[in-house]
């Protein structure tokens, strides 16, 4: 089954503003990841945050984690046309029960940043 | 510099068919992954092996067998293709026990048409 589910589903806004993706899953995790694809590319890591972590930077990217509501949020701010692709949530979890973990994606969000 | 390689780009190919897709990886890393992306851009995990040794299996059908000869390359073999096995399939790899602590870092992707 899914573990991560994204909204909304795509966002459309002017450069500058700011885009706000959400994500949400359904059981514990080690750590949750943000990835962004580029429009017939492969994945790129934005930024990880563990379990124990309630807030990070990186750059103009902000993710916050809230564990107790098992949710996430990525902040883009001042948004840039190069920002538009789908973004991704992926929760990290123990792989059946062995100490390897493994990468439950989220459907994303298409981000389209108008010039 | 590639860092994640995947040949080939494109696949189009006839039902009944048997084809391989290879992947290699130059950044030192001890896991390695197959997913798959299907229309709606639902990625899901195939297979994760670590240092050659398959960890994760994901039901997937018989006829999919992943082969790693060395750590840093992993193939994918397909038989008797069907038409839903159309996709976009992505190698990725990262370091140590994966996603447990580290980010993935995705190949550039293959499309598989099959008809």
């Known amino acids: 089954s899914q573990q991560g589910e994204e909204d909304p589903q795509a966002l459309s806004i002017q450069e500058g503003e700011n885009a706000t993706m959400n994500c949400s899953y359904k059981?514990?995790?080690?750590?949750l990841q943000w990835y962004r694809q580029n429009s017939g590319r492969g994945l790129v890591h934005l930024i990880l945050?563990?379990?124990?972590?309630r807030e990070k930077h990186s750059g103009r990217l902000r993710v916050t984690l809230d564990t107790s509501k098992k949710s996430s949020s990525l902040l883009i701010t001042a948004s840039r046309a190069a920002d538009t692709a789908s973004y991704f949530c992926?929760?990290?979890?123990?792989?059946?029960?062995?100490?390897?973990?493994?990468?439950?994606f989220g459907q994303g969000t298409i981000l389209t940043v108008h010039p | 510099d590639t860092a994640v390689s995947q040949t080939p780009k494109y696949l189009v190919t006839q039902m009944g068919n048997d084809k391989s897709i290879k992947c290699e990886q130059n950044?030192?890393?001890?896991?390695m992954y197959w997913y798959k992306q299907d229309s709606k851009k639902f990625l899901k995990i195939m297979f994760s092996?670590?240092?050659?040794?398959?960890?994760i299996n994901e039901t997937v059908p018989n006829r999919f067998s992943p082969k790693s000869p060395d750590k840093a390359h992993l193939n994918l073999h397909i038989n008797s293709l069907e038409l839903g096995d159309s996709a976009v399939y992505f190698c990725?790899?990262?370091?140590?026990?994966?996603?447990?602590?580290?980010?993935?870092?995705f190949g550039p992707g293959t499309r598989l048409t099959v008809t």
């Open positions: 950044l030192g890393h001890d896991t």
């Open positions: 092996y670590n240092n050659k040794e398959l960890i």
């Open positions: 059981t514990s995790i080690n750590n």
């Open positions: 992926a929760t990290a979890t123990n792989a059946g029960g062995t100490s390897y973990g493994k990468l439950t």
């Open positions: 945050i563990r379990s124990n972590e």
């Open positions: 990725a790899s990262s370091l140590g026990q994966g996603s447990l602590a580290y980010e993935q870092y």
